[in-house]
């Protein structure tokens, strides 16, 4: 353990208000000596965990130095996975949820997630997403939504904070005040949201309404631009849509996180350190940075100029003050709850809405996610469906990944097909002009096999559906799992729609192509 260092109040707010990420398996030096001073807080990434015992050794060593420190992550399940980055998620993410439409099950599916988080020493998750799924182009929110109907995303997202708090993880609703109706991805550039006053509270609001009803310890902002309700600047930072709207209007009076501050939508237009100086004075509370920069040299460059503003007349030394107090009640909250989570037979702590048990009981929760998934499977054949005995041919036709799923993360049904039918293999085919020449290449490699084809949001990639049309003219009898959005007619011998790329959708959809599934 490192020792603590007296630094002056003001220094340790600026601190405090930080969440930053860094690199390794075990926490640098430099980071230690950090929370030392006074950091609050830290966010780990899919290059921080190799597997639980890991990473709670990870977060034991992080308490060591303080107790209260809290440990946060970006794991929604599904798609957005960094407990399982090497593998996929055991949890299928908000589409699937929202097509099975049960909270009791969303609830479970939550609180076995937390509970999973909990035991490794993880208290706070940036999740879950209450974006209303209004816009199906949109590229960076898609399956991570509950889905496009208002009503739905809201109860879905109180039974997804119910269940998480239920396990002394504290939930982080975002991405106020919602980033569904957007074309443009805020990790590459800033999003602009037409919609009026009455659109917004009818639809966005709805679900965020329902969080703070539901006592969401969290909110994440979006780095978006709403004219309607600034015209200048991104909700971020923004004191008209922080303080106005979130919390003079909707009474929330939680801990308000921003998204990740290196996001171009910030970054590339204001900087980090103006960014995140405007992002507290408009009302947030904690500043979210290390997806992208994740060094010592990026906390102190925010500390400073935090430290300038407020000494400069920028900042106000209370707002300061204000957003760091935030932090430590969220820590305090979480040290409480992981005291209680410890004892046998404990209740739900406060802060959970009432009447949050899941209805299963904890020894049917470990394998709920794939219950889950078998669930949000919607199957359709063109006629009586033969499941497959023999090893075939999948052909993965892959869209680029956005940021927020990354690309680390293995997706699609080859892998647990080939556990089932050993010898099948699998190729991945990217965006191509030649369409012909790509299907060409999929009948050559699959010869006389089954051809199974992969697809996600085909709706959004027209190299995507002509492959698919062409391939299926070619071979009437190809299966197709779409694990996107299913926004597009369903096509081939067997189509299957699993709401999702986790690995539990995987398992489900290789299920019913050969037959094996649950009581099969």
């Known amino acids: 353990m490192t020792t603590l260092v007296r630094t002056d109040t003001l220094t340790r707010d600026a601190l405090a208000v930080l969440q930053p990420g860094f690199v390794g398996t075990t926490a640098p030096d430099w980071l230690l000596r950090r929370i030392g001073e006074g950091l609050s807080a830290v966010g780990l990434f899919g290059r921080n965990i190799l597997f639980p015992d890991q990473l709670a050794a990870l977060t034991a060593q992080l308490r060591a130095e303080r107790d209260d420190v809290l440990v946060a992550i970006d794991e929604e399940g599904g798609d957005v996975t960094r407990l399982e980055v090497r593998t996929g998620s055991s949890f299928p993410g908000n589409y699937a949820l929202g097509t099975v439409d049960d909270t009791d099950l969303t609830r479970a599916v939550a609180r076995e997630l937390g509970r999973r988080l909990a035991e490794c020493g993880v208290d706070l998750n940036w999740a879950p997403s209450a974006d209303i799924n209004s816009n199906p182009d949109n590229p ?6 509950f889905g496009a109907d208002t009503a739905l995303a809201a109860r879905h997202t109180v039974a997804y904070i119910e269940g998480l708090q239920a396990a002394g993880v504290a ?26 006053l009455d659109t917004l509270h009818a639809r966005e609001l709805v679900p965020f309404r329902a969080a703070i ?7 994440m902002s979006a780095h978006i631009l709403l004219p309607a309700l600034d ?9 008209q849509i922080l303080t106005g709207l979130l919390r003079e209007e909707l009474g929330y009076q939680g801990l308000i996180v921003t998204d990740g501050m290196e996001m171009q939508a910030i970054s590339a237009v204001y900087g980090i350190e103006r960014g995140s100086v405007l992002a507290i004075a408009a009302g947030a509370d904690a500043i979210c940075v290390g997806g992208g920069l994740a060094d010592e040299e990026t906390v102190l460059r ?43 037979g404990a ?10 048990d899941t209805g299963l009981a904890d020894t049917g929760l470990r394998d709920i996610g794939l219950v ?4 949000a499977l919607r199957v359709r054949a063109a006629e009586p469906f033969t499941p497959l005995t023999s090893a075939p041919y999948v052909a993965a036709l892959t869209p680029v990944a956005n940021i927020a799923v990354g690309d680390e993360t293995p997706w699609g049904v080859a892998a647990e097909l080939a556990a089932i039918l050993r010898a099948t293999t699998t190729d991945t085919y990217a965006a191509a002009t030649d369409v012909s020449h790509l299907v060409a290449q999929v009948l050559g490699a699959a010869g006389d096999r089954r051809i199974v084809a992969v697809v996600r949001d085909v709706h959004r990639h027209p190299w995507m559906a002509d492959a698919l049309d062409a391939l299926i003219a070619a071979r009437p009898d190809t299966v197709v799992v779409e694990m996107g959005l299913d926004r597009a007619e369903p096509r081939g011998a067997l189509h299957i729609a699993t709401h999702g790329a986790a690995r539990v959708c ?4 290789a299920e019913v192509i050969t037959g094996k599934g649950a009581g099969a």
Not at 140 to 145: L, Q, T
Not at 213 to 219: L, P, W, Y
């Open 302 to 344: 925010l500390r400073d100029a935090l430290v300038r503003a407020v000494r400069d007349g920028e900042l106000p030394e209370e707002r300061l003050a204000d957003a760091a107090a935030r932090v430590r009640a969220l820590a305090d909250w979480t040290r409480r709850a992981r005291g209680a989570a410890a004892e046998p």
């Open 231 to 239: 015209p200048d600047r991104p909700a971020t930072l923004s004191p």
């Open 171 to 196: 939930a982080c609703t975002k991405h106020f005040p919602g980033h569904g109706d957007t074309n443009v991805d805020s990790h590459h550039a800033l999003p602009r949201i037409d919609v009026d």
């Open 506 to 509: 995987g398992r489900a959809a």
């Open 347 to 356: 209740a739900s702590e406060e802060g959970t809405a009432p009447g949050t």
């Open 140 to 145: 960076v929110i898609g399956v991570r939504s």
């Open 213 to 219: 009803a539901a006592g969401s310890k969290a909110v």
């Open 372 to 375: 889950a998934a078998r669930r």
